[in-house]
Structures are given as C-alpha cells and as structure tokens.
Nanobody
C-alpha cells in the first residue's frame, strides 16, 4: 500500500536552512500533486507548498521567497528547501500526495508520518 516517508527535520538556529525530503512507495500510479503541510501545537494544519505534475508550484504567503519546493511527481518524490528559517516555522511537517482516479475523478489524499522542524536559538 501507499507509504510516504519524510526525512530531514531537526533543530536549526534562526536564519539557518534545512532540506526536507519525501519518498513514496507501494504505488504504480503517478501522483497529480505532491507537497508539504505543517502543524504547530494548538494550530490547524496549513499548506506550506505544493507542486503539480506539470511543475506548477503554490506557496503559502508566509514562506514565499524563503522556501522552494522541487521534485518529480512522476517519480513520486518531493523536496522542500527551507532557507532563512524563523521561530514561527517551528512545526511538524507532513508530506502530502494526491491522486485523481476515474471519471468523474475521485481524489485520494495520502499523508506521511511527519518530521519535526524546530527553529530556536
């Protein structure tokens, strides 16, 4: 079955950088969209960045200019380069993948277990 595995989280000083990675396994189809969400204690899970099969990227306003999403949905891999990290970026980061199947299309969402990112001095 489908499994998403994240890695690359950790503790970093403000202004530092981290690179998250996500690799999917157990599938034979290609995801239409892959991306990253995050959730801090007491907050709702929010979108960070997503990437479509065609390469179009969408970013949350709070990370524009600092984060870059990359990868290949056809190969079921996605990365998140995070620069100029701020304490407000501290959260649990989740990899997400979406696939559309059938007509009319039915969308299925898949989630990884997440990886902790902590930005603190």
């Amino acid at each position: 079955q489908v499994q998403l595995v994240e890695s690359g989280g950790g503790l970093v000083q403000p202004g530092g950088s981290l690179r998250l990675s996500c690799v999917a396994s157990g599938i034979i189809f290609r995801f239409n969209v892959m991306g990253w969400y995050r959730q801090a204690p007491g907050n709702q899970r929010e979108l960070v960045a997503t990437m479509s099969r065609g390469g179009s990227a969408v970013y949350a306003d709070s990370v524009k200019g600092r984060f870059t999403i990359s990868g290949d949905t056809a190969r079921n891999t996605v990365y998140l380069q995070m620069n100029s990290l701020e304490p407000e970026d501290t959260a649990f980061y989740y990899c997400n993948a979406r696939s559309g199947q059938g007509l009319p299309v039915k969308w299925n969402n898949y989630w990884g277990q997440g990886t902790q990112v902590t930005v603190s001095s």
